[in-house]
């Protein structure tokens, strides 16, 4: 009789296991994607160490446990210049618990960033790789590139191009991404 309860005790663990990670698996394919935003395969990130403009050392590892918007950029680049405000206006809006923000200057010289930024985005302080390396490591395919690393991470979703982050769609799926902490 012990033995038939215990037999009940694990299919059920086992059925709750399962039901929580088939939901957390399945939790990314019913997310709406806006325009522009990719699934990725679930990689583990490429290693993001870098000093900022303050030469405090940002490393991206020890931002497990909440989303990471890890984006590239650069002045010279049009797109990355239209997009830059909504991407300071975003800041003020997102809990940086929930989602970080990481900006990744690609091999510019402090001089331009700093005069750049002071116009559009005061506000952020942006990583310097100075010499491409580890842009290179996480090979965006044009500037400016958005990755989403999940808390675990791992790379789950690329936004390509230029977009204003604080429209509907992009605000909703930012959001969301904070209900989806088991991917």
């Known amino acids: 009789m012990r033995e038939r309860y215990q037999s009940k005790e694990i299919i059920l663990i086992f059925v709750a296991c399962f039901f929580f990670f088939s939901t957390q698996l399945n939790a990314s ?57 909504t991407i300071q206006s975003l800041s003020e809006k997102i809990d940086q618990k929930e989602l970080e923000i990481v900006l990744v200057n690609t091999a510019e010289s402090e001089d331009a960033i700093f005069e750049f930024l002071g116009i559009v985005a005061p506000d952020l302080n942006p990583l310097l790789d100075k010499d491409g390396l580890v842009t290179e490591k996480w090979q965006p395919r044009g500037l400016p590139a958005t990755f989403f690393v999940s808390p675990q991470g791992k790379l789950r979703f690329l936004a390509l191009g ?3 982050w604080n429209s509907g769609d992009y605000l909703t799926f930012l959001k969301k991404l904070n209900s989806l902490k088991g991917l």
């Open 29 to 85: 394919d019913k997310l709406k994607l806006p325009k522009g935003i990719i699934k990725l395969d679930g990689r583990t990130a490429p290693p993001l160490i870098l000093n900022d403009m303050e030469e405090e050392k940002y490393d991206l590892a020890q931002s497990k446990g909440r989303w990471v918007f890890v984006h590239f950029w650069a002045t010279w680049c049009g797109p990355c210049r239209r997009e830059m405000p």
């Open 162 to 164: 230029g977009r204003d």
